[in-house]
């Protein structure tokens, strides 16, 4: 059908441009000289308008409408979905409104890191209310007179809403809520990590431990950033990791994460290369990729056991007594302000409460200058604790500055997701905990590259779980899992 060979044609040459974009983006966070950032984005600005004209393309219109897709296979069904899905949404948004939402949002960001810096959310508020008013209409005009919000989550995670979200989420919240109450009672303490770690041997073990999880490092780096990320797709994909001389887990657990986040790219069925199918389906089903092999796998007691061994031989005696011990300091619940330093029981209620202030402020129900106390009454009610300051409250997240409402969710869907993973995982791995005791992560990562990884696109987001689970997704496997783990941990 030369109609549809000629789409494709045109879309594998969008996504090789599109992966080169991706690689401007890994170049600026890692080995830029500093004295390019300006000729930079303007370079990226260049590649961005190319992507755009040619996902507007109308010769994409044309293409869909002379093929037949009745006669296509799965896999070009698959493609015909997510392209003209794509060519929709590109075309709903006015060029004049893509392009200020552009510019604005890459003067915002610089204004929060300004503002969170002098502690002053005042300073940030306009910015943050034009922001908010140029989402506000991106999603109408993507709504077609559906929810706004639904229409922003649509972006990150397609077809979930946020209605069905916010059922998900108050299932969590009060079990979430009892169970940190339970483990900050407890009589049992683990105790913190303590002293120093030097810099190369945190790298050096990092590296190990990216190959242990199966990290192809022929189609892949690591290099430093200030934020750990990975990036691209099918033959080259980079991730990057930090070191804090302290705290030698913020390495270690950032490297397992974004190795997730790789695997998944390393994962995909070649076949799906510089195609639609070739990435990851939803932010939610990747996070479910990084969040497994960072919780389920690598802070459960067995691996937790193999790291204690392989610490002890990068950083010699570091204070903790044994591998029990050590499994209580990685799984330690504290808690605090910032949502990036949050333990396993204590993340998705960061996370919930950002939802539930973002589905407010798209909805207009929440207005920007009240957001402050919005967000430090909810933290009080949930954490216990009053927030001392903006930095440590509403003003530590860049997303919202950059315009990213609707992507806060999927990190507790991937949380969700990882659940019910791991469910099916352990019922088709009886042997897991005795491979991972030893350092074997080998069949854990072939089951997920099996049942999930190599299918990329190919499903929705939602069908994707469901097919590599044999059950439908619910909260309910990652609320056993927590509570069964942390009322063990602690002695409840
Ligand atoms: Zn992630």
């Given amino acids: 059908m030369p109609a549809f060979d000629d789409l494709i044609a045109f879309q594998r040459e969008t996504e090789a441009l599109a992966q080169i974009a991706g690689r401007l983006g890994w170049d600026q966070e890692t080995v830029m000289p500093r004295g390019a950032a300006s000729q930079r984005s303007e370079e990226m600005a260049a590649i961005e308008s190319v992507l755009h004209a040619r996902r507007v393309d109308p010769r994409i219109g044309e293409w869909l409408a002379a093929i037949d897709g009745d006669s296509l296979d799965a896999v070009g069904q698959a493609h015909l979905r997510l392209i003209s899905r794509s060519h929709r949404r590109a075309s709903k948004v006015p060029a004049r409104l893509a392009a200020e939402l552009a510019r604005t949002t890459s003067m915002a960001q610089g204004s929060w890191a300004a503002a969170r810096a002098a502690d002053d959310f005042a300073d940030f508020a306009p910015t943050l209310g034009t922001v908010l008013t140029l989402k506000r209409e991106e999603a109408a005009a993507l709504a077609d007179g559906g929810d706004l919000y639904d229409a922003l989550l649509d ?51 990092s590296a190990e431990l990216a190959g242990t999880f199966g990290y192809d490092f022929s189609r892949g780096r690591i290099d430093k950033a200030v934020h750990p990320f990975s990036s691209g797709s099918g033959a080259d994909v980079r991730i990057t990791t930090r070191t804090n001389p302290q705290d030698p887990f913020n390495c270690l657990y950032s490297t397992i994460h974004e190795v997730g986040h790789a695997a998944y790219e390393q994962g995909i069925d070649p076949a799906y290369g510089l195609t639609p199918l070739g990435q990851g389906v939803s932010m939610g089903v990747h996070e479910s990729q990084s969040r497994i092999y960072e919780n389920q796998l690598a802070r459960s007691r067995a691996f937790t056991g193999y790291l204690f061994q392989r610490m002890t031989a990068h950083f010699g005696d570091f204070g903790i007594a044994d591998g029990e011990a050590f499994f209580g300091t990685v799984n330690r619940v504290a808690p605090g302000h910032i949502r990036t330093e949050a333990d396993e029981v204590h993340y998705n209620l960061h996370i919930l409460l950002r939802f ?18 919005a967000w430090n009454d909810r933290f009080l009610a949930d954490f216990g604790v009053a927030v001392d300051r903006p930095s440590h409250g509403c003003l530590q997240d860049v997303h919202w500055s950059v315009g990213l409402f609707g992507y806060f969710p999927t990190y507790t869907l991937g949380n969700v997701y990882a659940g019910c993973l791991n469910q099916a995982l352990r019922a088709a791995v009886p042997d897991l905990d005795s491979d991972l005791s030893r350092g074997d992560t080998g069949a854990a990562t072939a089951w997920l590259r099996d049942n999930l990884q190599r299918h990329g696109g190919l499903r929705s987001p939602r069908d994707t779980i469901r097919t590599a689970c044999g059950f439908a997704p619910t909260e309910a496997p990652l609320l056993e899992y927590l509570e069964a783990k942390f009322s063990d941990l602690y002695r409840l």
């Avoid at 539930?356 to 106390?373: F, M, T």
């Fill in 155 to 205: 972006d990150y995670e397609p077809g979930a809403t946020g209605a069905e979200l916010a059922a998900m989420f108050a299932a969590l919240r009060p079990r979430l809520v009892a169970l940190r109450e339970r483990v900050l009672g407890a009589d049992y303490k683990p105790a913190p990590l303590q002293g120093g770690y030097g810099e190369a041997e945190q790298m050096a073990l």
């Fill in 356 to 373: 539930d202030l973002e589905r407010g402020l798209i909805a207009g129900d929440l207005q920007v200058p009240d957001l402050p106390g």
